[in-house]
Structures are given as structure tokens and as C-alpha cells.
């Protein structure tokens, strides 16, 4: 697949180079935001669109579930990141319907594990719910990234910090908080 993946890429280079898109752009947001959302693959070329933005315009935060787990600290301090270092006015925090972290189940989880050769010690030395962000509730996730981002000492309170559902299909975007 790397392969193929160089290949591709080649091409891909040499195309923009000729139709005179290679030139560099900021690596700044042009309009002050984030976006955090989840990892799912239905989601690339489908929410930055369906909310009106382009390549350059925003910063984008993923992992799986767009999930903010107690006592892991990646995602505030990427927001912090944005909001304090390179002055990002608003954050919006978009999950989805159909998210994959809800459809999964703790002793699935273990096994698949396993399967993979992860040694039991260190399975069942982290709490599989907790550890992989499992969800009960897409809805409720977002509203709980929401209260954990607007709550942090490290997020200026200056900072708009927006709830929003995608439906992965159509892109139909809902304000949840």
C-alpha cells in the first residue's frame, strides 16, 4: 500500500505544481476556529464543507469518538493550544450520529485485544470503558466536551465554545449546546 500511496502522491504533486497550487498559504486558521470532532472516515470531505469552510480556514482536532475522557488531558490542551497560542475566538465541538464508540462493548474490546496480542496485564490493568472513550450517547458526549472545555482553567473564557451533531450521511448539522 505505501507503494501505491508514493505513486499517488507523485501525481498528485505534480498536478498541483502545474495547475500552480503549491504555492505556500498560512498555517494559521483565516477565520479563527476549531473544529474538534471524531476520527470517522464518513466525516472527511463532508464537515468542513457542510459547514461553509475550506482548505486553510480552520483548525481541525480528531480522535476516535470526539470524546474529552476524565483524567487525559490531549484535548484541552490542544484547545488551549489554538485559543492561547495562536488566538482561536471560537471552538466547535462536532460529533455525529451512527458513531462507532457507541456501537462497542467492553468484553468485545478485550478480546479484540487479546487477538492483537496485547498482553492481559495490561488489559485489565486500564478501565476498557473509560480508556477507549466508549459512549452511551452522541448527544450527550458533545454536551459533556462542551461543559469540560467551557469549565477548564486553560481555555480563555473569551472563547465561544459551540455543540454541534452531524448526521454522516447527509451533513444536516444540529446545535446540540
Known sequence: MLERILEH???FVQERKNAGKDKPISGHAHKDIMVFTCMDTRLIELLEPAMGFGRG???ILKNAG???R???SDVIRSVAVGTVLMGLKEVYVVGHSDCGM???NVEDIKAKMAE???PADAIEAIDIKEWFGLLQ???ENVKDAVLKLKNSPYIPKDVKIHGLLIDPNSGEISVIA
Do not use: Y
Request: proline content about 0%; charged content about 45%.
Open 9 to 11: 502522491n507523485r501525481k
Open 57 to 59: 480556514d480552520i483548525k
Open 102 to 104: 457507541r456501537k462497542q
Open 66 to 68: 470526539n470524546i474529552i
Open 137 to 139: 450517547d452522541e448527544t
Open 70 to 72: 476524565n483524567n487525559c
Open 116 to 118: 492483537r496480542g496485547i
